[in-house]
């Protein structure tokens, strides 16, 4: 049978008390009996061995809970109270609490936060209707961060370039001579802003001043101006032939009524004269041939006054056309004729102006970008070299660095443009700025949108705020210039009324033991806990303590 741990112990305790006392033997014991002692100490020290070794985690719990109890006391014997470290520690007696009394501008600001970016950002489409073919983008394609200026190329399309000029109208159709419109106008409008020449600004027809106009500004870009339409220079050349020939017949006409309303030269006449002679001597003599007998034969007689006849209608005539020499010249045969060239030149000539007027340069709504608030900003390219245009070409800003943020209605009553500001850059500077517009909102209630310009920034500073988030600071109230200002809590009502405050002389922490003096003042513009002081009676100084608690 196994003995059990407990049976081990009981045993080694019963040895321990039958044992006998550790004494020197007697002499007369023997060396067995010295064996005999030896043997049953070395059983006792293997008994307690086993027993620790059987219950060794009781052992080790007992000597971690005897190793925390004395831990406990000693650490019991350091640490105190906190009303047991209130009783043992004197209480001073309390002092004055004081500020001192400061010098500056005083001002009530409105704090809003503010996003930084350009102005009016607008996506940029061009009109491709004109075109022949596919709109692709061949060249000049901007940068981002990029300006555009008017007489910038903002892009080629089919190599033809894309003009920016200033105006709020887009381009939506194509301008050519005769046309009429607002587009026209603005259109002259932008020629004048550029330097160009355009004809009569005060009408909106497309003229031929307008039409040079285009060739000019082709040639200030470096393009050549969108050439004729299809057949336009064959119908030119055709409509100038036509005019002068028109010209020619017109000039044989006048020549022709000419002669005919200078009258008869002397020659005329003298030959009508002579043609009423001869025609008279004719007829003398056909009298003078009367058949005698016996030749006067009927016959004969019927020739002779047939001859007769004859002498006296030619002497008729002769006289006659010698008698309208004489008279007034009918030239409505000839007057006609001229009429008819002139009429026939009319006609050549409107020919030829219509034929000039296909052939005068045009503006195709393709090639031409109007803008507002020029210059501005590229901020987007949406296109490439070799794609085709479809949507917008690019998104566009303002060139102006802005500010734009929202603020509650009453705030805003506050405020109005023109009103200065000022904003936190990112280097911790602070910089000026100008209110530029107050939008109010949708409801009575709702945050107004507020605008500013800051005052010019570097090219580093804009970059650096560019798509920032800043604190804006607009002053609503401030004094006119620097004053003594002192806390509200500073202030006490005298038994008139009056305000004061009261100023420490000596040590504030004496407490009411200190000595101090009241100054009598009068309020001014209070901002931010803090208000303006004008000493009335009594002196008070920037540095001095003015008591604001006991």
Request: glycine content about 10%; overall charge negative.
């Amino acid at each position: 049978m196994t003995a059990r741990p407990d049976d081990e112990f009981d045993e080694l305790i019963r040895s321990d008390a039958t044992a006998p006392a550790d004494v020197a033997p007697p002499d007369s014991a023997t060396v067995e009996d010295a064996d005999a002692v030896e043997e049953a100490s070395t059983s006792t020290v293997t008994g307690w061995r086993r027993v620790f070794r059987a219950n060794r985690s009781i052992w080790i719990i007992a000597a971690v809970a005897v190793l925390a109890l004395v831990a406990g006391l000693l650490v019991g014997r350091f640490i105190i109270s906190p009303a047991d470290a209130a009783s043992l520690t004197d209480v001073p007696d309390a002092g004055l609490v004081t500020v001192p009394v400061e010098y500056g501008i005083l001002s009530n600001d409105v704090t809003i936060r503010g996003d930084v970016g350009y102005a009016d950002s607008v996506e940029v489409t061009i009109d491709t209707a004109s075109l022949g073919g596919p709109a692709v983008v061949t060249g000049a394609v901007p940068e981002v961060g990029s300006t555009l200026s008017p007489l910038s190329v903002a892009l080629a399309v089919a190599g033809r370039p894309v003009i920016v000029l200033p105006g709020e109208l887009p381009a939506y159709r194509t301008l050519v001579f005769g046309m009429s419109g607002p587009d026209v106008t603005q259109f002259k409008q932008a020629m004048a802003a550029v330097g160009i020449a355009a004809g009569d600004p005060g009408t909106d027809v497309f003229d031929a001043g307008a039409a040079a106009a285009v060739t000019e500004l082709y040639a200030q870009i470096g393009y050549p101006a969108p050439a004729s339409q299809e057949g336009a220079q064959e119908q030119l050349q055709g409509a100038q032939d036509g005019v002068r020939a028109a010209q020619q017949s017109v000039d044989a006409a006048r020549a022709e009524l000419s002669r005919a309303a200078a009258g008869p030269s002397a020659v005329d006449v003298r030959q009508a004269d002579n043609a009423v002679s001869s025609a008279q001597r004719a007829l003398d003599s056909a009298v003078a041939s009367k058949p005698l007998p016996p030749d006067d034969t009927p016959a004969a007689i019927a020739q002779w006054q047939a001859t007769v006849g004859d002498a006296q209608d030619a002497l008729a005539l002769a006289q006659l056309q010698r008698q309208q020499l004489g008279s007034g010249v009918d030239t409505s045969a000839q007057r006609a004729a001229v009429d008819s060239a002139r009429q026939q030149l009319a006609d050549a000539q409107v020919a030829l102006q219509r034929a000039q007027e296909g052939a005068l340069p045009f503006l195709p709504s393709s090639e031409v970008l109007y803008l507002t608030d020029l210059p501005r900003r590229v901020d987007a390219v949406n296109v490439a070299r070799g794609q085709t245009l479809q949507g917008a070409a690019m998104v566009v800003s303002g060139a102006t660095v802005t500010v734009s943020g929202g603020v509650a209605a009453a705030d805003a009553a506050l405020l109005k443009v023109g009103d200065t500001a000022s904003f936190d850059l990112p280097d911790g500077g602070v910089h000026p700025a100008t209110i530029t517009e107050l939008t109010p909102g949708q409801d009575s209630g709702a945050r107004w949108t507020i605008t500013l310009e800051p005052a010019p920034l570097t090219a580093e500073q804009a970059t650096q705020l560019q798509g920032r988030n800043v604190r804006v600071t607009i002053p609503v109230g401030a004094t006119g210039g620097e004053v003594l200002y002192v806390p509200i809590a500073a202030l006490t009502a005298g038994p008139g009324g009056e305000s004061r405050v009261e100023v420490v002389e000596g040590d504030p922490r004496d407490g009411e033991r200190a000595q101090t003096r009241l100054v009598v003042v009068e309020t001014g513009l209070a901002a931010g806990g803090q208000v303006e002081v004008t000493t009335v009676d009594g002196d008070l100084e920037e540095g001095e303590l003015v008591v604001v608690g006991r």
